[in-house]
Structure formats: structure tokens, C-alpha cells
């Protein structure tokens, strides 16, 4: 696979990552050890250097995941992790103290089994905290060695500049696809500004954009789904209309409606590092599938203006939710 650059950085990973989440937290029951150890391994075997999970996420299970799951070849990986919740707990609120930073940063590098943390993004931006504190504990676990890169995730404007204005900020991670759009109005903007590279994680949509969920779809009782309002059964029939855009286009392109929603994201800039997640290896593979797609002009065209004339219904988090995101 080939490789992108987080901005101005000088941080190479491969063009696709690997959101880990969904193998532990979020949707549904956890995948067993063994296959989603599989899973990652195969990931990398496939070209995949970029691997994306938290401390929320289990709590702490994904990350003690990971470190087993690729201390073969470590040196060849970069790990991303991520502190900001009270408990590392996202239910218990937002705790972006240094010394909960500290603690978070020691605590992920022993699950981790590792000496550093390539990058280390701020879950959610705390409200509590000012942001040139956080940006300056970073800065100083970077001059320790102990953290490589500082990331934000689901930050505003004045957040990133505050944070890049400390430390500069290699990644921001923030939701992204043909459903959500949001980005490209402030973020992008100010990313290509700054020299910051832009990780979208759900890029396929949380899955509704593979065409394989309708509103006939039954989740399980623990998937996050459930609370979002954009995943309602109204909301997904009237979204089926995106779905079936992108089947035509896979037609045309001898694809599939998930990769041409990752060739769309690579397309938009060269230093964007999307991170689909799954817990089926056939579904890795289509995804890995995607960096081989080029989208010329003309078809990036077509889906602009097909795409316009789509109004995708639903809020993407509950209320609950959407109190956390673009500070």
C-alpha cells in the first residue's frame, strides 16, 4: 500500500488506516481475541502501518488488544491512542486535567507494550481545561520521548489553533464521509492553513454507507446505533437514496459502494488518512481494495453534483452527543 503524510509533519503512514473500536466497543458484543488479533495482523500483512484505538474503548481493552496484537512488529507500525474522559469512560464525562493526561499517557504505554505513543490525539476538547494546558502537557511527554505526535479529535477552529499555537498538531481525527460533510466548511480550510494532516474516522458512514444496513436492520442491544437519531428507521429508508448513488457508481467502476466512499475521502486531499474499522477479514480486504480506485475529475464531478441534490436526514450523535463535538 501505498503511503501519505500527515501534513506538514513528516508522520508517514499507509494511506488507509485501521479504526480498531468496532473489535471491542461500540457495536455490538466484542470480536474473540484470537480473531481480532487475526484481523490486525492481516491488516498489516496487507500494507496497513496506521492503527487507531483509545483507552475509552472497553475501557482499556482495545489498547492491551493492540500491544498483543502487533509486538511482533512494532517498530513498523504507528499506534494511535487517545486520552480525555474521566475513567476513560466517555459516559462519566470529559477529564482533560494534565494529570489525568499524565496518567492516561503511562497507563497506554504499558497496555500498549511499547516505549512511545505515535500519536496522541485529545478524544473530545474539554471545556474545563484551556486548551493551551492540555497542548502544553503533550508538549512536555513529547520532549520525554514518551509521545511522538499531538492530535485533537472532533475540535473547532479555535481549539486547533489554540492547541497548534503551543504544539504544533500533526492529525486532527474527526467524522468525515459523503454523509458528513461538515469538515469541508471551517476545518478543511484551516488544516491546509496549519499543515495539519485529517484522519476521518466512520468514513464508510458507521456502515450505512457499505448498502448492507436498511431500515429493515436490527442492531444489537449494546450497539451505539441505537442512540443515533440519523439511524432511526425513518431516517435510514429516506437515506437509502446516497446508498443507491454510490451503487451506481461502483457499477460503473467495478467496485463496491464502500470503496468508491474511501476513494472519494483519498481524493479530496493528500493528506488525508482515512480509518475504517470492521471485524470481518473479507471486509478489511474491500476496504484495502479502495487505495487501488483513482476517481478523475470528471467522476469526482458527477458525484458532487449527484450528491448535492441529496438531503441526508438525522443528527449524527444524540443530544447527548452533539454537546461534545466541533469546540
Known amino acids: 500500500m501505498k503511503k501519505r503524510q500527515l501534513g506538514n509533519s513528516g508522520l508517514e ?3 488507509l488506516g485501521l479504526g480498531c473500536m468496532g473489535l471491542s466497543f461500540g457495536y455490538g458484543p466484542a470480536a474473540q481475541k484470537e480473531d481480532a488479533i487475526k484481523l490486525i495482523r492481516t491488516a498489516y500483512e496487507s500494507g496497513v502501518t496506521f492503527f487507531d484505538t483509545a483507552e475509552a474503548y472497553g475501557p482499556f481493552t482495545n489498547e492491551e488488544l493492540l500491544g ?32 489525568r ?6 497507563d497506554a504505554l504499558k497496555r500498549l507494550k511499547t516505549d512511545r505513543i505515535d500519536l496522541f490525539y485529545q478524544h473530545r476538547v474539554d471545556p474545563n481545561v484551556p486548551m493551551e494546558d492540555v497542548a502544553g502537557v503533550v508538549k512536555e511527554l513529547i520532549w520525554e520521548g514518551k509521545v511522538k505526535h499531538f492530535g485533537l479529535s472532533e475540535a473547532g477552529e479555535q481549539s486547533i489553533r489554540k492547541a497548534h499555537a503551543v504544539q504544533p498538531v500533526t492529525a486532527l481525527q474527526s467524522e468525515y464521509s459523503l454523509w458528513w460533510r461538515e469538515p469541508e466548511q471551517d476545518i478543511l480550510p484551516v488544516l491546509e492553513e496549519l499543515g495539519i494532516g485529517f484522519v476521518p474516522f466512520s468514513p464508510l458512514g458507521k456502515g450505512f454507507l457499505t448498502g448492507k444496513i436498511d431500515e429493515n436492520t436490527s442492531f444489537d442491544q449494546s450497539d451505539f446505533r441505537n442512540t443515533v437519531p440519523r439511524f432511526s428507521e425513518d431516517n435510514r429508508k429516506a437515506n437509502q437514496a446516497l446508498v443507491g448513488l454510490l451503487q451506481n457508481i461502483a457499477g460503473e467502476k467495478n467496485a463496491t459502494p464502500a470503496q468508491i466512499a474511501l476513494a472519494w475521502l483519498l481524493a479530496q486531499k493528500s493528506w488525508i488518512v482515512p480509518i475504517p474499522g470492521t471485524t470481518k477479514l473479507h ?5 484495502i481494495g479502495s487505495a487501488d480506485i483513482i476517481l478523475n475529475e470528471s467522476d469526482l464531478t458527477d458525484i458532487q453534483t449527484a450528491v448535492a441534490k441529496i438531503e441526508v ?9 452533539q454537546k461534545m ?3
Do not use: C, W
Open 313 to 321: 436526514q438525522g443528527h449524527r450523535y444524540s443530544e447527548q452527543g
Open 283 to 287: 471486509r478489511l480486504e474491500e476496504n
Open 101 to 106: 493526561i499524565r496518567k492516561v499517557a503511562e
Open 68 to 99: 498483543e496484537a502487533l509486538a511482533p512488529f512494532r517498530n513498523e507500525v504507528v499506534i494511535a491512542t487517545k486520552f480525555g474522559f474521566k475513567d476513560g469512560k466517555p459516559g462519566s464525562g470529559m477529564d482533560s486535567s494534565p494529570i
Open 325 to 327: 463535538v466541533n469546540r
Open 13 to 15: 503512514v499507509s494511506t
